[in-house]
C-alpha cells in the first residue's frame, strides 16, 4: 500500500479557499502558539547550540534563524528552528499521534516558504497541508509499531508535504520527497529519551529538516521508495475529517504527560486548607507513560522538562509551573525540593486503560493534621476542545512575546509576524531579506 493520486493530487491542489473556517482558526492559533513557545525558547543552550551548527554546516542565505536572526540556509534554518519550537518541550501536539506535529511542520514550511519567496497564503496552506499529512503519518506509524517514536520520526513526512507544495514540486516527485522522509527518518526511541533526558527530545530539528531536504532532492530528480505509511486508506478522508482540529496546545514547559497532574495540584493549591509547609505526603494516581518520567531532583533543563515530581513540586510549592523553573538556577529551591521528595506515583489501571485518547491523574494530599485532600480526576488545560484553548495561548505570546520589536533584527521580525493576526500579503520579500507586509487585513487564520 503506498500513498495514492488522491493524497498527492491533494497536497498540490488544496486551495486557502478550501480550507473551513475552524480549520484556518486553528492554523492561525498554532502558528501564533509556535512564535510563543520560539521566544521562550531562545534562552536554552538546546537552541543555541542547534544554531551555531546550523551556521557551521549548513550555511547559506535562503532563510532565517529564528533564534537570533542570521541567514541560514534552508535545512539549516529548518534544523535550527525545529530544535528551538521543541526545546522547552512547551510545542503542540496531538494525543493519537503520540507527539509534536507543529515543531516539524511550520519550521519546515517557513524555510521552504523564505527560500522561495512565498505569500502569506501560500505559508498557510502549506501548514495545513503539513499538519494534515504529519498526524496520519503518526498515527500510522504508531498502528503498526510496538515501539513509541519521536515525532521526527513521522512529522518528517509532513514536514516533507508542506515543503513540497511549496516548492510546487508535481505529483511524482512529492510521492519521492514523502518516500524520501520516511525512509530517511530518524528511529527516535523517546522512552528512552524520557527515562534519560537529553538535547534529543522529540528530534523535531532533524524531522523539520529531513522533509525540507527530503522536497529538494526529490526537486532536482532523487527518487525514492513509495511512502507505506500514507496509504490510500490513510489518506482517503483528506480535507474531509481535519486532524488539525484535534491538536492540543500547552500551558507548561514539560511533558504533556505530567501536565494532568500539575493542573490537579494547582487546583488543590488554591485550597486555603493546603498551605505548602502543611504537606507531609503526596500521591499522584496517573496512567503508566507518566508514572515513567524522571523521579530525580533535575540538574539540567531536558531533566526538569521530563519530570513528574519536580513540576508537581513546583505547582504546590508557589502556585505555579513556569518556563524560568525549568532552569537550572530554581533546582536549588528548598520549596520545591521538600515537596517534590515526598511525592508517590502510582499507575492506575484504569486511567493506563484511558490513555492515550485521555489522559488524567489525581493528586492527593496528606496534611500535617492528618487530613486528606484530594483533587478531582484531571485532564491538561489546551486539549483541543479546551475552552481556555486561545487565552492559553494568548498568555504565553503575553509572556514570552511581548518584548519582540517588529521592526528589529530580522529574527524579531519573523517572530513578531507570526505572532500577530493582522497582516496578509507577501511575508516574505526576497528584494531586502526582511519580513515586510503590505499593511492589508489577515485571512480568517
Not at 189 to 197: G, K, Q
Not at 240 to 248: A, F, K, N, S, T
Not at 271 to 283: N, T, W
Request: charge should be negative; charged fraction near 20%.
Amino acid at each position: 500500500m503506498t500513498v495514492s493520486t488522491h493524497g498527492t493530487d491533494w497536497i498540490l491542489g488544496l486551495s486557502w479557499d478550501d480550507v473551513p473556517t475552524d480549520v484556518r482558526s486553528r492554523v492561525g492559533l498554532l502558528i501564533r502558539d509556535l512564535a510563543a513557545v520560539c521566544a521562550a525558547g531562545r534562552a536554552t543552550d538546546t537552541a543555541r547550540i542547534a544554531a551555531e551548527y546550523a551556521s557551521a554546516q549548513h550555511p547559506g542565505d535562503e532563510a532565517t534563524s529564528l533564534l537570533d536572526g542570521r541567514r541560514l540556509s534552508a535545512t539549516g534554518a529548518a534544523w535550527a528552528n525545529g530544535v528551538l519550537a521543541n526545546a522547552l518541550d512547551f510545542d503542540d501536539g496531538h494525543r493519537i499521534a503520540k507527539g509534536h506535529p507543529g515543531a516539524n511542520v511550520i519550521p519546515a514550511a517557513l524555510a521552504a516558504a523564505e527560500s522561495r519567496g512565498a505569500s502569506r497564503e501560500e505559508l498557510l496552506r502549506a501548514i495545513a497541508v503539513g499538519y494534515e499529512v504529519a498526524l496520519r503519518a503518526g498515527v500510522a506509524l504508531h498502528e503498526r509499531s510496538a515501539e513509541y517514536h519521536a515525532s521526527g520520526a513521522w512529522g518528517a513526512v509532513g514536514a516533507a508535504a508542506a515543503a513540497a507544495r511549496l516548492l510546487e514540486l508535481d505529483g511524482a516527485q512529492t510521492r519521492y520527497a514523502l518516500g524520501l522522509a520516511e525512509y530517511h527518518a530518524p528511529i527516535s526511541p523517546i522512552m528512552r529519551s524520557v527515562a534519560e533526558p537529553a538535547m534529543t527530545k522529540d528530534a523535531c530539528g532533524i524531522g523539520a529538516s529531513l522533509g525540507v531536504s527530503s522536497a529538494l532532492l526529490a526537486e532536482c530528480g532523487f527518487t525514492a521508495l513509495a511512502s507505506s505509511l500514507l496509504s490510500a486508506d490513510t489518506v482517503s478522508d483528506l480535507g474531509e475529517r481535519w486532524q488539525i482540529l484535534d491538536v492540543y496546545v500547552k500551558k507548561f514547559p514539560c511533558c504533556r504527560w505530567s501536565h494532568p497532574a500539575i493542573e490537579a495540584a494547582l487546583l488543590l493549591r488554591g485550597d486555603v486548607d493546603c498551605e505548602p509547609g502543611q504537606v507531609v505526603g503526596v500521591r499522584i494516581d496517573t496512567f503508566a507513560a507518566a508514572g515513567a518520567l524522571a523521579r530525580g531532583h533535575p540538574v539540567t533543563t531536558e531533566e526538569a522538562q521530563y519530570s513528574l515530581v519536580w513540576p508537581v513540586g513546583a505547582a504546590l510549592a508557589h502556585g505555579r509551573f513556569a518556563v524560568e523553573q525549568v532552569f537550572p538556577q530554581t533546582f536549588d529551591d528548598p520549596a520545591i525540593r521538600r515537596l517534590a521528595s515526598l511525592i508517590e506515583i502510582h499507575v492506575d489501571p484504569l486511567l493506563e486503560a484511558e490513555f492515550p485518547a485521555r489522559r488524567q491523574s489525581r493528586v492527593t494530599l496528606e496534611l500535617a493534621d492528618g487530613a486528606i485532600r484530594s483533587s478531582p480526576l484531571t485532564e491538561a488545560p489546551g486539549e483541543p476542545d479546551d475552552p481556555a484553548l486561545e487565552t492559553i495561548v494568548a498568555e504565553k505570546l503575553k509572556g514570552h512575546a511581548d518584548g519582540l520589536d517588529p521592526a528589529g533584527p530580522a529574527g524579531d521580525k519573523l517572530l513578531s509576524q507570526l505572532a500577530s493576526n493582522h497582516e496578509r500579503g507577501s511575508l516574505f520579500k526576497r528584494v531586502d531579506r526582511s519580513v515586510q507586509t503590505d499593511g492589508g487585513q489577515s485571512p480568517p487564520a
